[in-house]
């Protein structure tokens, strides 16, 4: 998680935009697998640029599937 931290750093002073978006999708996924989905949801939200977002229960669901992450990569 530190070196998704430092990257994060690095790409928003290069003004890097699509590195800095792959690396907030890394520490969503992240946060996906070890079981905390309301805040990889919440991450996706921020770097969606949309105003949907509603907090909701947790149904201990993942919001990502395998195909979401091959779309981003």
């Given at each position: 998680m530190k070196k998704n931290i430092i990257?994060?750093?690095?790409?928003?002073?290069?003004?890097?935009?699509a590195s800095f978006r792959n690396e907030v999708y890394e520490?969503?996924?992240?946060?996906?697998?070890?079981?905390?989905y309301q805040l990889a949801e919440y991450i996706m939200y921020l770097i969606s640029n949309t105003n949907t977002f509603v907090?909701?229960?947790s149904e201990k669901e993942s919001v990502f599937t395998e195909n979401t992450f091959k779309l981003l990569s």
């Amino acid at each position: 998680m530190k070196k998704n931290i430092i990257n994060l750093v690095k790409y928003y002073a290069e003004k890097d935009d699509a590195s800095f978006r792959n690396e907030v999708y890394e520490i969503a996924r992240e946060f996906d697998e070890s079981g905390d989905y309301q805040l990889a949801e919440y991450i996706m939200y921020l770097i969606s640029n949309t105003n949907t977002f509603v907090p909701q229960m947790s149904e201990k669901e993942s919001v990502f599937t395998e195909n979401t992450f091959k779309l981003l990569s």
